[in-house]
């Protein structure tokens, strides 16, 4: 998390501030459940909340944790400051991890609600642009090289799709880590009723988590880290997809470039596809945490902590990181400059080389085999790409074709029309219209 | 994917006897369709089914294959051998990819199915051990050092819990490749009705892919391979909690040692957690193979095929290997020996010591505060540690405790049976009953 | 590790029979040492060689193994069958690690000796491909991005600089792993003579492991295949410029298409990088072994036997893998198709707006500002990319430019061999000649 | 990188202000240099000097690279504003590259030489406590299972050689790391003259990079980080080495616990090796950079900047984390705790049973067969595991034992001296001493 690749409302969650706020609450929220069964004195409920409330010192916990070296011991001594000798009412029967595991959660939870809210930006962008460019026909390109002719529009569709299931996946991710445990020392509830748990996960819209040890299992965050990591990689695709379209022999669309940027130091006619280079690297980034969160999940016996270094990291660097990405790519997209004439150029280079599969379906139609309509569609492409030839003017001097199909047949197959017969198709099974 | 590491059912899902089978089908049913539609012969398609079935020779596409370089070809051109020239009908407006992704699907989901099937084994282990120990008293152990008392079934159906959310996660990761895309060569259904697609999708259980590139696209089998990996890390979970409870100064379980069984070469008396210890690796060789799935993800334009060779060695190998490793760990569950007497001699070990928070907690009841009562009980504790001191008899001598716990309050609180007061109502969640 | 990326002599590394015969080797030299010291009857040592040496026998092994569960005591008593009474003398103070672990070692140097070969053929090839294009002018890219010229060669030999670094590497990954530990059950020598090890190192060509628990410290292997690791990372970097080389829109270089070849079962007309974008996604399955290894180091104590299973996999999939990888590579590199005219045709594609940098710096010199000069390139260069325009009659049009820099001296500055003048410097940094 | 894990001075090599001192210098030495070739004039030269040095100003730089989105670009402006116009002279022929690659060269051989100093450290830490504990005889266990006897200056002396082959490699990784490429735009030299770069490497300590593109090649620095996430999963093998010698059943050694120090929230009598756990999270971290750091070696032709995101976070994160890390375990080992009676008890748990394998060896030294031999020595062992027998007193017991080995004889076998005899020779090996 550097602040490069940052964005305010996604670093806030990170914050000394908020996560000392949610400890807050979380505290007062189990106090009050304490108090209602009886456990601890209303008024010490009350107290807690409103002499503490808003007043925990970031710089004061640091403080005392420099000496007892225990980060909950050293919030609880400075609550204890403000809220006076009612404090020792609180966190009782609680351990660490309840007020930690459960702050990870609500933390995680914020996260996502915001790199939901990235991703419906993203989904909207990439829907208004293939819409766009729904009809504008662009070659197909499989191995990177020509293949079949499909839309702008489809491109981007297929992104739509995919980034449609990241969706989802993310909100599967979030009902993962949205999970409350106040289960004390070892999980056991040995000095907490389970009803002060219910009570703070209902405060906090969490749901309980149904058993743990001192800490809430961590299979649950290698799979929300997991997630985001398949979230980068579908970034990195688009990404990828973006930075073949500008390079300069393709050049059929173009990330922005504003007015008053330079692209080399050194080569002023540069204009570089650096937001997406950037998301590619950005993507390495966040996948690399996936691993360390999935060796997290082998805590020993009822938790080690060897976990809170790794989430202390990632959970900011990787929500944080995810959260730049996402709106970055969505201003890619947003301001795409699309090349239609370059587009068409391509589409064109090859003189009709990618209706080869028509004409090899119409020679099998016409009563050759598979094998031999294979052969003599394929010895006259292969002379396109050793001499430029124009492939419709090969075919119609191949005596071997015509035998089968006539002239006036080839010219027929060679119809851009007959590819983009399904786009409409293909549109309504994405976007449900 | 080694034979030490493979069960013959999944393995055979990977043969290729088994793949040649898939791709025939897919050819079948899309032929069946084509003919439906009118686009070649029904007697076509009655002859592929007549002809072909069972007849494709996985040696004899080697051979063509070696020529040809392409291996849906090599199939196309054997599967010709067989049914004539009925064949030049098979394939009509498909593309490769059309079969080997539709096939990796249904590899995948079969493979997928023996999982869940191996996950309601383990399972099943898990529930019946849990209940077995649901009240046998043991400790509980954070960072490795003593903390509270739980009991050896809490702990089994952590591991209940835990193995059950995966398998959920996998489901939905068999949801998420269960896709099928009969749509050629870049996704257009230029060449081919989507109907096909529906057909055959149908035919074999799959859901239709909304839309396709020349492929289907690596984000579901990014997904899918990351669930592996989590799984496989919880697998490495209770695979190191036994490990730990195997361990000569702990002893409190043991992988069963049959007779016969020699557990070193050179030493004797050696009876090793092997099979846990072999668990834990494998857990790692699962884990591996995510980031590469991942970086699948990102292929170029309508596809490039970097996919394929990562695919050939990690779908079998994950599959595989975490099949294998599921049945192994399910074993030792199975036959895991308990030794309860080792158990409570652990549980005893520090005198008492395990009921220092309760002890902190009457403390405060009593009108300490938090750090007064931490520090009273802390002083105490640590000669428990430091000289092997009776807990209880140290408190008792202890003037500034008993000046607020009488003697008979301190005995009172150094009761077992507080600590589990609650695993029926932990049981309850976790099992549903 | 699959027969489709395997080459005989590297898969032959790895077979049981390579394995028992080095066990063997081992235990017979080990024994000639122990009857050197007067532990053995020299007779033992003799019978050993005499009725041991080729005759275990892998299935008989893994007979027994199944009864046994332990892998060299099952191939101890295999040789006592054929070695007879004799046989107890074997193995005396050994531990099975001291096999299994130098057994790795040999195999692992035997692997890393073909894969320095294999080196060695693809620095040939680039070298000889490199001195062959050393002086064709191409384009140089930066960002995807046409930037200034440089030549084929040149690109050549930055790969063969990148593999040459990698060789280096790779012999001192040998040296990590290439000792002999024979110490005994927890590496203290207690039952077998120090001399023992210095016997079988010497005799096996590995050096002494200074100091080893039960095993080999596996931050040797660690190393190793993260060393690995970069290799295979190296591999993609030259098989995605070739890709990139290979686009159509580019299609300045070409993986050899053979006659008989097919690229694609539905589109005649294709001619696929399918060879390195096959390794491509080798890199990636061999860069997913470098985690698994690095999580091998942290063995328990005096060893567990995690890292067994690991390695089991990895060391065979990793080394033959690379090994096919990097013949494949030099395949490629040897038979690469170039185009100098469709070199020469994007070189010029956008009318010398690569000799950017050279009119900016002239015009500095001319007494511009940086920033000044900066512009008016800028101003005139953003006109080649939004309309085509020849980029020396826009600045010969441009009054600010000529200001500064006569008609003449602007075109004497569009001169390709001001790009190459240090071509034959760099080579003789490279190559050293 | 995040304050709680980092040490000022590794944090200050990565500050702003470092980075642009650095990349003054670069353009400084560069203008020296192109001013003694008479590129420029030597009082430009020298004015950078005099008017730049100490001057550039990061937030100004930040405040103009929001408007030209280009951060050396930004550089150059600002430091335009203070050298006046001989600043035109600054930068000629070169590109961002040059200065950014060189700049993280100085950076990585700056942060080398602090975490070298860190091994150091370590290295001497380790070895005064090994030579401390030399000949305390102390269990030695594989699978977590007694073996036989180690000392516990040997397991130290195990960590040290281990460590010392890491600082062997960081010195080969550093080399990797300290070239200097300013070679312009994409590497050939067209704009600057080799002698430019050579001064610059000298100036800097660095080496010249034989060949380059627009970058330094990124396989260095994929090598690098590699190296350090093997360095990481050695600092996780030591410290799961002290986590596992604290855990209360065994606690042999433990974490020094500082007086005023709290180890739970909630349980006043916990001591836990947070620190070690901690260690143990951190070695993730560095592991998770790895595959990122390779995944940056295979740059579009001449270069893209995805390379750039990824090493702007793992650069700093890794050598700031490591450095935390080493230093940190340093401390552990400084202060370990090391609990002698507790080491013996420990090693006479199980009565004697560590002695099996010499009497293994001496049955068969006295004429049984190896297989014999260890069934006798096994079934007696076993016992020892199921009922806690002694084994001494089993094995006199034993009627097919005694017929080989008379009871003195027995009894001599079981001598703690006989394991510990090559201590010393271990221990020239290691110490070289």
């Known amino acids: 998390m550097i602040p490069r690749y940052s964005r305010p409302a996604m670093t806030a969650i990170w914050s000394p501030e908020n996560r000392f706020r949610i400890w807050f609450e979380i505290e007062a929220h189990a106090t009050d459940a304490l108090a209602e069964l009886g456990v601890v004195p209303k008024e010490a409920a ?3 909340w409103e002499r503490g409330q808003g007043k925990v010192d970031p710089a004061r916990i640091d403080e005392i944790e420099r000496e007892v070296k225990h980060d909950v011991i050293a919030f609880l001594t400075n609550l204890a400051e403000h809220v006076g000798e009612e404090a020792r009412f609180v966190h009782q029967g609680m351990t660490s991890s309840d007020v930690l595991d459960t702050c990870l959660s609500v933390q995680l939870v914020e996260a996502t609600d915001i790199l939901l809210e990235d991703m419906d930006a993203l989904l909207a962008a990439l829907k208004r642009r ?9 070659m197909g390109r499989s191995h990177g090289i020509h293949a079949e002719p499909v839309t702008f529009g489809l491109k981007l569709a297929t992104f739509y799709a995919e980034f449609k299931r990241n969706r989802d996946r993310l909100a599967a991710a979030r009902d993962e880590i949205a999970t409350c445990a106040i289960s004390g020392a070892v999980g056991t509830f040995a000095n907490i009723d389970p009803r002060v748990e219910a009570h703070v996960a209902r405060k906090l ?11 809430i299992p961590r299979d649950r965050h290698a799979m ?30 173009e990330e922005y470039f504003s007015p008053g940027q330079k692209g080399s130091s050194a080569m002023p006619h540069k204009r570089n596809p650096v937001l997406t280079e950037n998301l ?25 902590i060897s976990h809170s270094s790794v989430e202390r990291m990632i959970a900011p660097d990787a929500t944080v990181t995810l959260d730049f990405a996402l709106a970055r790519l969505t201003g890619v997209i947003d301001k795409l400059v699309v090349y239609p004439d370059a587009i068409e150029k ?24 598979r094998e031999d309509s294979y052969r003599l569609v394929q010895r006259n492409a292969m002379q396109v790409w050793e001499r430029g030839a124009n492939f419709l003017e090969l075919l119609k001097a191949d005596k071997d074709v015509t035998a089968k199909l006539s002239e006036a047949k080839l010219e027929e197959l060679f119809d851009m029309g007959y590819h983009t017969k399904h786009v409409d198709t293909i549109f309504a099974r994405v976007f449900g219209e």
């Not at 293939?130 to 662009?138: I, Q």
């Not at 819209?205 to 800490?215: D, K």
């Not at 996948?287 to 999940?297: D, F, H, L, S, Y």
Request: net charge neutral; with cysteine; charged share 20%.
């Open 205 to 215: 819209g969490l749901a309980v988590e149904p058993i743990s040890t001192q800490v």
């Open 346 to 369: 391509n589409l064109n280079q090859l003189g009709g080389l990618v209706f080869s599969q028509r004409v090899l379906l119409a020679l099998t139609q016409a009563g050759a085999s």
């Open 280 to 304: 590619t690297g950005l993507a390495r980034i966040v996948r690399g945490m996936v691993i360390p969160a999935m060796e997290n999940v082998a805590l020993w016996h009822e938790r080690d």
């Open 224 to 253: 929300y880290f997991a997630t985001l990591g398949v979230i980068a990689s579908s970034i990195e695709h688009l990404a990828i997809e973006v930075r073949h379209l500008q390079r300069t022999e393709v050049r059929e669309a």
């Open 46 to 48: 009350k107290a807690v």
């Open 130 to 138: 293939a819409y766009e460019y729904k009809d504008v026909v662009c």
